[in-house]
């Protein structure tokens, strides 16, 4: 057996609580019907999983709006087109990072079961008080154009990659997938160096550097979308370039 098959099985058997195993199933589903949650494969498919992270962003900004807590001012998004990875970074409150009984932070919920679109609960201790206090809304997810919001960005990617960024209790959260799969989810404290992106890919977007220069509040989502090598790659999604 090849290291690559090797490597699947591994990657298989990362974990077998109830999320997790949820979390595979729909994986599997999401990346051999990319019609259905995509559109299909070629490049408007491409456009969707830049726009789900970006939807959450703007839904972020109005759910703040709305509720008369001052919001961000921008939204940046990031592509290098050369290596076909892409960044989108907004300065809200951030994706909730408390865990459940079972260990399972709200972002791995997020960005890993499908239609996970709706309200969550402000107990979670990295919302900002201010907001807590003045606003019965909670932090609200986009569902997406197909009910699947951003977990379609991560199923179909080779690389993706989860920050949250809190000033007020001076930590960050983070998860790293490859090929949909969970590698890593911790919480550190904000001045903690980490190191989580590929070092090995030269891209722009990929800078551990600014990574940990970056205090401020809010999300940054960073994705590389898995692209077939070749006509024989039965294992990356969408259509070569």
Known sequence: MSDKNNKKKEELDY?????SLRGLS?????????GMYAGGTGIDA?????????????DEWNNLNSSGVKGFDKISIVIDSKETICSVRDYGRGIPYVKDKNGVSVLEKAVSILHMGGKHDNNSNHLTQEHIET??????????????GITLTNYASDLFYGIVFNEKNKEKAYVAYENGFLKDMQIVPMDQKIEIFDKSINSVVLNNELLNEDSKTGTLIVFKPSIKEDAFDDEGVFDQK
């Open 135 to 148: 606003s019965k809304d909670n932090y609200q997810f986009s569902s997406g154009i197909n009910g699947v």
């Open 15 to 19: 974990s077998q609580n109830e999320d």
């Open 46 to 58: 491409l456009h969707v999983l830049i726009r789900e992270p970006n939807d959450n962003s703007i």
């Open 26 to 34: 729909e994986r599997n589903k999401v990346r051999t019907k990319m």
